[in-house]
């Protein structure tokens, strides 16, 4: 006997269960009720938008916001910043590739289900057998090379996170359990039964993040576990520094790191975002649902302290689908209608470019 | 009444019955299916002039459902567990009796492993696509599915169940 045991199973039960009648008052009750609440987040988000400052005067001549933060500036910039310029690690036709600034591209044979994250010591992806693999890379552009993959896991798992540093590697192996290890360590620093139910979405250091139907969005340090009170279920959570960012149907919600509470009281409204390294920013993205609703399509930078955001320029890509940074400057954008369309952005520079197209569904950004 | 409003109306006649059933089988539970059935219809309705493609109205409306679901798992966890008793296997229904033992484990699984059961053998979608409805990796969605025939072949040894691809 085989899974069709199950199908059959499922098929028999659907069609013997009774479906009710539809109770149409009950229903326009709930289509008042969730244009209500669109109506106010759509209005709380414009509020929150205008009240804020302007972040930055210019980003390039001071550097990234938050970074007066316990840090210093010392570094910033003398004069305006060079567009984008870093290598962009994709999954591109199922393989693993490289999309240089000029926009040439290195191949690589190897076949992925995705690409992690780009790290100081090379790309790592999830291969076609659920196996983590570290890609070292040399050379540039183009003429980029791919040094031989090695199993950083030795066996095949259910999820792998790389942190925004690109220094801790946290995976779930086919037992449930969360490993967290240095990059290219043998041994884990620390290891974590999972619930089979649960999600890991995130992992920082010592922290993570899981993400259940049964417990919602958890932020684990140590042996404390946090619960996060998001409005609406986590789809995704990014966590560095001071900021954990989750990423939900109805838009980015922001928390404190060290104890879950929301730093803005609710969504701020973009459907398409991404941390940056260091938690002090998020680049947002109009989505395609957003932009159906009127909503100009570009790409902004969020200063994830005090909601102040600013448009990076020269991004013509229409409605975006995901975002993903590259390095602590540079941000992937995947957009395009009926193609792909790549766009590098420079968050020093204010600037975006578009660096590829390709058949739809032939391209996909890092994860994290 | 809206153009938009009217074909939406025509949607939802057509496919509310074959949605509750999806939506029975994501919950295991009746009442829970019509609640999460309306507000995923209440939520493509308010969005359905942007939904370009109605043939895909039906993925639109799933997707509504697995994310909504959550909701629904977390309010009731709140809830004093006396005003929301989980409604028993439903023996009245006219299904093999082997079948009906296999779907009361069923649902007994963790909500996004029957979820992944449903997608892919109910739904027949690819783990790729199950992938995309719920926002995991392709082998999240195999590791999910090998967990799930692993716990209904514990629970019922004379299934014999076995893995296909």
């Given at each position: 006997m085989t899974t069709t045991e199950i199908r059959e199973a499922l098929h028999e039960v659907a069609a013997a269960v009774p479906a009710p009648g539809l109770d149409r008052v009950a229903f326009q009750d709930r289509v008042r009720a969730e244009r209500r609440r669109r109506t106010g987040r759509r209005a709380a988000a414009a509020v929150a938008a205008a009240a804020v400052a302007v972040l930055v005067g210019t980003l390039a001549a001071t550097g990234l916001p938050g970074e007066g933060r316990g840090t210093d500036v010392a570094d910033a910039p003398d004069g305006p910043a060079a567009g984008p310029t870093a290598p962009v690690p994709v999954s591109l036709e199922g393989r693993l590739a490289v999309v240089a600034a000029d926009g040439g591209v290195a191949r690589s044979d190897l076949r992925i289900e995705e690409v992690t994250g780009a790290t100081g010591s090379g790309v790592v992806v999830v291969d076609r057998d659920s196996h983590v693999r570290l890609v070292p890379l040399s050379g540039s552009g183009a003429a980029t090379s791919f040094g031989r993959p090695r199993d950083l896991v030795g066996a095949p798992v259910q999820s792998v996170q790389v942190d925004q540093a690109g220094l801790v590697l946290g995976f779930v192996d086919l037992d449930d359990t969360l490993h967290l290890r240095e990059?290219?360590?043998?041994?884990?620093f620390q290891a974590a039964a999972v619930a089979a139910a649960d999600r890991v979405l995130a992992v920082d250091g010592n922290r993570w993040t899981t993400y259940s139907e049964a417990e919602g969005l958890v932020l684990h340090e140590g042996g404390t576990s946090t619960m996060v009170g998001t409005e609406f279920p986590a789809a995704t959570a990014e966590l560095d520094g001071q900021t954990l960012a989750v990423g939900t149907s109805d838009g980015v919600e922001v928390f404190e790191a060290s104890n879950g509470t929301p730093r803005f009281g609710g969504s701020l409204g973009a459907e398409v975002s991404a941390l940056g390294a260091g938690g002090t920013l998020v680049v947002t993205a109009t989505s395609q649902d957003q932009s159906d609703r009127g909503m100009s399509a570009g790409i902004w930078v969020l200063d994830a302290f005090t909601g102040a955001q600013e448009p990076l320029h020269g991004y013509d890509g229409g409605p975006a689908r995901d975002l993903a940074w590259v390095d602590d400057d540079e941000v992937a954008v995947l957009a395009g209608s009926g193609r792909d369309e790549l766009w590098a952005c420079s968050v020093a520079a204010a600037r975006c470019e578009l660096r590829l197209t390709a058949t739809a569904g032939a391209l996909a950004l890092p994860r994290s | 009444m809206p153009t938009e409003e009217l074909r939406f109306e025509e949607f939802m006649a057509a496919r509310w019955q074959p949605l509750f059933r999806t939506a029975y089988l994501l919950t295991g539970d009746r009442h829970d299916a019509e609640d999460l059935l309306q507000t995923a219809l209440a939520r493509t309705c308010v969005r359905w002039d942007s939904i370009r493609d109605k043939g895909a109205a039906d993925s639109y409306v799933r997707r509504a459902m697995v994310h909504e679901a959550p909701r629904g798992w977390r309010r009731r966890g709140r809830e004093v567990v006396a005003e929301h008793l989980p409604e028993p296997a439903d023996d009245s229904l006219a299904v093999r009796a082997d079948h009906l033992v296999l779907w009361q484990e069923v649902r007994r699984l963790p909500p996004r492993m029957r979820a992944v059961l449903v997608l892919r053998f109910f739904e027949d979608l690819s783990v790729a696509q199950t992938a995309h409805e719920l926002g995991l990796s392709e082998g999240a969605v195999k590791s999910q599915t090998h967990h799930a025939v692993r716990r209904l072949r514990a629970a019922l040894?004379?299934?014999e169940l076995e893995e296909t691809s």
């Open positions: 990059l290219g360590a043998d041994d884990d | 040894p004379d299934l």
